[in-house]
Structure formats: structure tokens, C-alpha cells
């Protein structure tokens, strides 16, 4: 007897039982899976199949191979409804190698394509076998779990399996997350969405939270392929120690990613996207990516074909256009020459000159008043509040370090870790830009030169709103790592004499960040000048645009400081718009 014939002869005994469900066909599957190739296993995985996994996974060796889903006896493949249709999408994006199964009818999908239907019976009068099809359904299953994954050679199709990976990762996770929420769960899960919520997205949803973290978590992976040199072995675990040591918050979260604690129903996939990366060399389809967009930096650039696969509206919504290089490098080089003709500082960005502030200790007296005490600090300290993946900020290295370099050859180091590192800053709202960041200004200094005299220090490059008011954490809750970030955002906010706002702030018409700190700062600018009447503006909602409230946040941070230099690259709105109070009143 055939595998098929005896295969059909168990579901059919189960079938006529009368009683049976979906589930209940599933040994029968899993005998005839197993019997298929003794080079490959086959999981059954029940309790991933409630949070939106495929039921089967077919490995050989460490590599998934192929993936099953399993439907109940009549279920009608072509019409399935609902969120089924919805999650057949996610699959055949996300699984090249995946079979479609009623029981009975087995639908072949390669790389998202129909490759071949076979239906071995129908239900009719009971379950009627078509015995000529047993054969024709052997051989398929065969060369289904005989499938080699194929090695990706090109940036668009790594773009999207990344993007389609990612999905799955941001589905899985928002419905164990819900899941886990409604049954009260203190899990490691739990504790990180909360923390979220406390010290940084304060209105943030489970979706949401679900999406930043796989958006996040699939960048990371890729960074850290980047940066390998064993290209025959990836895994998550060895992903943790690929990253940089200069961000002690992305080891902590890949930690977590790359530790025993992951939660099951999605470690399943983050293997799979390792397996992703195992299967291409990146630094060759980086240059070729470098090649066709005639970028400088496709680590930064390829980010924008990730999105844009990975969700193009969310890509549209946050504005991930990149800032033009020339852009850039100009508003650096003219802050660096107005410090010079406007300041008396001759060094300009790479100036070390110190003054001395009152600083926030953290901690409080008796009758609960903050403790400071007096530091020495650079007078020329950077911000890029919205600093997204580190354009602007890693062109400020490139500019100081080329100075330092050809002043004061074999000083680099040095002056990196006492003079460079401790007054450049950058604030992040969103997850896997702040991540990019990270990375980016690292392998800038790496490729300038930089060694570390022992532990690299961490770069002041932090996750938090800057649009929020700098506020002192008295406890550290649930996930220590973002508390602590939280923490030392604050300190910047309220201590450090920031003396050089720069960067591209976001645009965003009537924006959602409307907290009562900034939007009392704004109250500043709904004034006529002079300050007492309110503005004479037929629609005064436009001041309410983000990249408005950036420049009151920046005008707020150097008016504490006593002076300083503005260079944002901004909408054109205020030049060529009815007048408003904005440019007429402050700038």
C-alpha cells in the first residue's frame, strides 16, 4: 500500500467517525510527512498555530525547508474567508516553499506562485478517494521537501523576504502580546510593552509596539550580518555579538532576542529570517546595491527599499526620504564656519574649550530638591533632536575627524573617547532608526580609525521624544534597559548646554505631539510680536506642524544655554505661505 492510500485511509476513518475537527486530522498528516524523506523533520507546533504560525515545518538539519497549513476535511482552499485570506497572504510572502491542505486538496506554492493543485478526493457522499492522483501527490510531496533554499544574489529580494519576515515577526507578536494582556501574564513581553508606555510612547497599542520591535529586530539582524566575517554561520545568538558594545540598550534588547528566555512563538521565525541571511553574502549585494542607486552609504539607503517592502505607507507617513549627502554636509560645514566668524572659535565643531554648570546628580536632599554639583563640560555641544538613522551626526564626525587627524596624526582615539563622543548627542522617538544610528556612528568611527582604549564608550545617542520635557526618573520599572534610557535623555534635556541644534526634523501638518510641554513652549508663537495678542491667522494650525515645535524645542534648548547656533533643514511653508508668526515674529 501506498503512503497516500494509507494515509487516506486514516483520515477517512476519522471522517466518519462524525466527530472529528480540524485538529483532528492532524496525526494523520504527521504520519504521512514523516514517511516522506528520513532527512527531514517535520514539528507540528499547536500552540504557535493559535498566534498565526503555520502548522507544520518542515527542516533538514537546521533549515527550514518548507511549511504546511492545514485546513479542516471540506474546507474549500479557493474561498476561504476572512482573516484566513489575510493570513495566506502573510504566508505565501513569507514562506517561498509552502503548502496549502484541506486534507484532501493540496495546493504548491513556490516563491508565492501556484505551482501545481492535486486533490486525492472529495466529500461528496463521504469521503470519495481519486485513486489515480495517489501517485501524481507522492511524488509532489517529494520534491516539496526536497527544495534547497535558493542563495539570494539580489537587494530587492532580500528587501522583501526581510519585509515579509518582518510581518510575520510584528502578527506573531501583537496576538501573544494581546494574548498575554487579557490574561493579566507578567511576562518579558508584557514588561517591555510597559515600559514603553511609561518612559516612552506613552498612548503606544499592542500592534504598534509589535511593529517597531519586528521592524527593529529584523534591521538589527541585518546589521549584524553585515558586520560578519564567518559567512558559513548565522544565528541570533550570534547576532548579540556581532552589534556594537557602544549601545548597551540594542545588547540588551537583542539579549533578550538571542537569549533562552525568547518566547517560543516567535523564535520560530526570527531563525527563520537568521536563515535568510545565512543564505546571501550582503556585503557583496550591498555593493551592487551602492552601485545601481549611486549611494555612498547603502547600509542607510537600503533601509528606505526595507520599508518601502515592508509597509510603504507607514515609509510615506514618516517621511524616510533620505536627506541628500550635499544637503547635509553643507549645513555642517556652514555651522562649523559660523562658530568661527561668529563665536571667536577657531576650531570650530572640533573645538575642546570647557566651561563649567551646575549638573543634576540624580539624586535629592532631605526636603526632596535635586542634588547638583559643578562639572567642567565642552562648549560646543551637538544635538540632533530628531536624529533618525545619523546622517547629520556622522557627518559631524567625518568633518571634526578629518581635521583632528591631519592636526594631530596618532590623537584620534583619544580625542574620540574625551572630546568627541561626550558633546555629541542625538535623540530618537523611533526604535530601528535609533538602532541604525547606533550602528551607523559606530562603523564611521571604526572606518576613520578609531580604537578603543578597553570598553568602547557608550555614544549619547538615546531613545525618547525630544518634544517631551526632560523630567528626572525617580524608579526604575519593569525593563531596566529603557528606564535607564529614559534617564540619561533626561539629563541632556535638562543639564547639558547644548550650544548646536542641527538635523532634518519630521514634517507632519497637525501633529500628534501634543504634549503640554511643547505645547506650551508653542504658546510663544500664536502671538503677535510683542507677545500679548494672539496671532491674527486665518488658519494658525499650521504652527502646530512637527518640524515648527523642533524649532522651538531647538530655540528652547539654546535660549537656556545663552547662545547658539539653529541649522535644520525645514518645509518651505513659512517662506512662501501667507506671513504668520512664525517667521515674521521669530526668526
Not at 574649550?353 to 554639583?373: L, M, N, W
Request: with cysteine; glycine share 8%; proline share 5%.
Amino acid at each position: 500500500m501506498s503512503v497516500i492510500a494509507g494515509y487516506f485511509e486514516k483520515i477517512a476513518a476519522t471522517f466518519k467517525g462524525g466527530q472529528a475537527t480540524e485538529h483532528s486530522y492532524r496525526p494523520a498528516l504527521y504520519e504521512l510527512f514523516s514517511a516522506l524523506d528520513e532527512r527531514i523533520s517535520v514539528t507540528n507546533e499547536p500552540k504557535r498555530v493559535a498566534i498565526g504560525a503555520p502548522d507544520f515545518i518542515f527542516m533538514r538539519g537546521d533549515v527550514p525547508v518548507g511549511h504546511c497549513e492545514a485546513k479542516d476535511v471540506g474546507v474549500e482552499l479557493k474561498a476561504l474567508k476572512g482573516y484566513s485570506v489575510e493570513q495566506k497572504q502573510r504566508y505565501l510572502k513569507g514562506f517561498p516553499n509552502l503548502l496549502y491542505t484541506n486534507g484532501l486538496d493540496f495546493e504548491f506554492y513556490r516563491e508565492a506562485e501556484l505551482i501545481r493543485s492535486i486533490s486525492i478526493g472529495d466529500v461528496l457522499m463521504g469521503l470519495q478517494p481519486k485513486p489515480e492522483a495517489f501517485a501524481e501527490l507522492e511524488a509532489q510531496l517529494k520534491d516539496f521537501v526536497a527544495q534547497t533554499p535558493r542563495t539570494i544574489t539580489s537587494s530587492k529580494r532580500l528587501a522583501e523576504l526581510m519585509a515579509a519576515k518582518a510581518v510575520l515577526i510584528k502578527d506573531v507578536m501583537g496576538r501573544a502580546l494581546v494574548a498575554d494582556l487579557e490574561r493579566n501574564g507578567d511576562t518579558d513581553l508584557t514588561a517591555q510593552y510597559r515600559a514603553f508606555q511609561e518612559h516612552l510612547i506613552h498612548d503606544i497599542t499592542a500592534a504598534d509596539f509589535a511593529d517597531i520591535y519586528a521592524e527593529t529586530i529584523a534591521y538589527g539582524l541585518f546589521a549584524a550580518r553585515l558586520h560578519d566575517q564567518t559567512l558559513d554561520t548565522f544565528s541570533r545568538q550570534e547576532a548579540l555579538e556581532l552589534l556594537p558594545k557602544s549601545n548597551p540598550f540594542l545588547r540588551r534588547l537583542f539579549g533578550y532576542i538571542a537569549g533562552p528566555d525568547l518566547d517560543d512563538r516567535m523564535a520560530w521565525i526570527i531563525d527563520d529570517l537568521t536563515k535568510i541571511f545565512l543564505a546571501c553574502n550582503l556585503n557583496e549585494i550591498m555593493a551592487d546595491f551602492g552601485r545601481l542607486t549611486g549611494q555612498n552609504d547603502p547600509f542607510l539607503h537600503f533601509y528606505e527599499t526595507f520599508l518601502a517592502a515592508y509597509n510603504p505607507a507607514k515609509r510615506k507617513a514618516r517621511g524616510v526620504w533620505y536627506t541628500p549627502e550635499p544637503v547635509v554636509n553643507f549645513i555642517v560645514r556652514a555651522v562649523d564656519e559660523v562658530l568661527k566668524s561668529e563665536f571667536g572659535l577657531a576650531d570650530g565643531l572640533a573645538d575642546t574649550s570647557k566651561i563649567r554648570i551646575d549638573f543634576d546628580t540624580g539624586q535629592t536632599d532631605k526636603k526632596g530638591k535635586a542634588i547638583t554639583e559643578k562639572r567642567d563640560v565642552h562648549r560646543v555641544q551637538i544635538l540632533d533632536p530628531a536624529t533618525g538613522t545619523g546622517t547629520f551626526l556622522a557627518e559631524v564626525i567625518k568633518q571634526i575627524g578629518n581635521r583632528v587627524k591631519a592636526s594631530a596624526p596618532g590623537h584620534w582615539s583619544s580625542y574620540v573617547e574625551t572630546e568627541l563622543i561626550p558633546r555629541i548627542h542625538g535623540f530618537e522617538l523611533l526604535m530601528a532608526s535609533y538602532a541604525m544610528c547606533h550602528m551607523k556612528l559606530d562603523m564611521i568611527l571604526t572606518e576613520m580609525g578609531y580604537t578603543p582604549s578597553g570598553e568602547p564608550p557608550r555614544l549619547s545617542v538615546y531613545l525618547t521624544n525630544s518634544l517631551e520635557e526632560g523630567e528626572r526618573v525617580e524608579q526604575v520599572l519593569f525593563a531596566r534597559w529603557l528606564a535607564e534610557e529614559a534617564r540619561e535623555a533626561s539629563k541632556i534635556k535638562r543639564d547639558m548646554p547644548i550650544m548646536c541644534v542641527i538635523g532634518n526634523p519630521p514634517y507632519s501638518g497637525e501633529s500628534a505631539n501634543k504634549g503640554d510641554w511643547i505645547m506650551g513652549l508653542m504658546e510663544a508663537y500664536k502671538k503677535e510680536p510683542g507677545g500679548k495678542e494672539k496671532l491674527k491667522e486665518r488658519n494658525p494650525k499650521w504652527i502646530n506642524d512637527d518640524y515648527v515645535k523642533f524649532i522651538r524645542f531647538g530655540e528652547h534648548m539654546i535660549e537656556k544655554n545663552g547662545e547658539g547656533i539653529l541649522g535644520f533643514i525645514t518645509n518651505h511653508g513659512y517662506l512662501d505661505n501667507p506671513p504668520s508668526g512664525v517667521c515674521a515674529g521669530t526668526f
